[in-house]
């Protein structure tokens, strides 16, 4: 599986952003999507996950209420929108894919990964 990530880039606190990341293989209706951040010297950390089947989702705590995950079933893509950045929201994005229904929190549980994207967040 390939994956496509793309719209990072560099905002002001308080502003947004939404990253997209696009899965080359559509063949299996059940798997999962993650969105991980690392920032240097540290693991990658969950963000959120989306489940393509149900749009099922779950949030780390620290952008609960901030970030949204959705999927444009046209367009076989996964969107997470980030409003009210802050500055330790500064990392390198990354999407990643994994089969089965559960919304996995720990990146040793997806196989398939994408480029990462920076974000940027100025005080």
């Known amino acids: 599986v390939q994956l496509q990530a793309s719209g990072g880039g560099f905002v002001q606190a308080g502003g947004s952003l939404r990253l997209s990341c696009t899965p080359s293989?559509?063949?299996?209706?059940?798997?999962?999507m993650g969105w991980f951040r690392q920032t240097p010297g540290k693991g990658r950390e969950f963000v959120g996950a989306?489940?393509?089947?149900?749009?099922?989702?779950d949030y780390a705590d620290s952008v609960k209420g901030r970030f949204t995950l959705s999927r444009d079933n046209a367009k076989d893509t996964v969107y997470l929108q980030m409003n009210s950045l802050k500055p330790e929201d500064t990392a390198v994005y990354f999407c990643?894919?994994?089969?089965?229904?559960?919304?996995?929190?720990?990146?040793?549980?997806?196989?398939?990964w994408g480029q990462g994207t920076q974000v940027t967040v100025s005080s």
């Open positions: 293989d559509h063949t299996f209706a059940t798997y999962v």
């Open positions: 989306i489940a393509w089947r149900d749009d099922s989702t």
């Open positions: 990643a894919v994994r089969w089965g229904p559960i919304l996995a929190r720990s990146a040793t549980q997806y196989p398939y």
